[in-house]
């Protein structure tokens, strides 16, 4: 009981933690993890992968999704998005998705973390944070994914085009659009404002 106790003592309310991460603090990590499990103290959020609740008014507090998907791929290079960040833009999108998308350079496909399900899409490029610009080309990259009127959008996004920095959209599309999105976004640049 000393060193699970010894062992329960090294977790952070809160972390995620890998099965090879534990293992460093125990030489008997698999009899630990499955004690923390009965005991609530750890909970299994997918194979190999453990989060330590952090207790608040409400019960246990899920953990957070950078925290969790930072675990997950080994790395805290990625950007998690949903289509439900394209109705700030104001250009006519008012769908809510039950998605959320995470662009990182390692994994493709959907895994299901902590309850949740999550659509990894490897890129080659993303920002580290969200900019208005980065969103509408998104938009237009995913544009025949969503429930909106395409044309409308299209016609949306031109006229919201022209009152972002053309220097700064002109970079994001290069960055980070797709071929269709490009072209778009030069024939959109290509009129005077």
């Given at each position: 009981?000393?060193?699970?106790?010894?062992?329960?003592?090294?977790?952070?309310?809160?972390?995620?933690?890998?099965?090879?991460?534990?293992?460093?603090?125990?030489?008997?990590v698999d009899r630990h993890?499955?004690?923390l499990l009965e005991m609530?103290?750890?909970?299994?959020?997918?194979?190999?992968?453990?989060?330590?609740?952090?207790?608040?008014?409400?019960?246990?507090?899920?953990?957070?999704?950078?925290?969790?998907?930072?675990?997950?791929?080994?790395?805290?290079?990625?950007?998690?998005?949903?289509?439900?960040?394209?109705?700030?833009?104001?250009?006519?999108?008012?769908?809510?998705?039950?998605?959320?998308?995470?662009?990182?350079?390692?994994?493709?496909?959907?895994?299901?973390?902590?309850?949740?399900?999550?659509?990894?899409?490897?890129?080659?490029?993303?920002?580290?944070?969200?900019?208005?610009?980065?969103?509408?080309?998104?938009?237009?990259?995913?544009?025949?994914?969503?429930?909106?009127?395409?044309?409308?959008?299209?016609?949306?996004?031109?006229?919201?085009?022209?009152?972002?920095?053309?220097?700064?959209?002109?970079?994001?599309?290069?960055?980070?659009?797709?071929?269709?999105?490009?072209?778009?976004?030069?024939?959109?640049?290509?009129?005077?404002?």
């Amino acid at each position: 009981m000393k060193k699970l106790n010894e062992f329960r003592k090294r977790l952070k309310p809160g972390q995620v933690y890998r099965r090879e991460e534990l293992a460093r603090w125990s030489t008997a990590v698999d009899r630990h993890i499955k004690q923390l499990l009965e005991m609530d103290a750890l909970v299994k959020l997918s194979p190999g992968l453990y989060l330590h609740p952090k207790q608040t008014v409400f019960g246990k507090a899920p953990a957070d999704d950078a925290t969790l998907v930072s675990a997950f791929l080994k790395d805290d290079d990625f950007l998690i998005t949903s289509p439900n960040a394209y109705n700030a833009l104001g250009v006519g999108t008012t769908q809510l998705y039950n998605q959320t998308v995470v662009y990182n350079h390692k994994r493709h496909g959907h895994f299901k973390l902590g309850g949740r399900q999550f659509e990894f899409r490897r890129k080659p490029g993303f920002p580290r944070k969200m900019t208005e610009e980065f969103l509408l080309v998104d938009l237009m990259n995913n544009l025949e994914n969503l429930a909106e009127d395409t044309q409308v959008l299209k016609v949306r996004v031109t006229e919201k085009s022209k009152h972002l920095r053309k220097s700064s959209l002109q970079s994001a599309a290069r960055k980070f659009g797709t071929v269709r999105t490009r072209k778009f976004f030069d024939a959109v640049m290509m009129h005077p404002r």
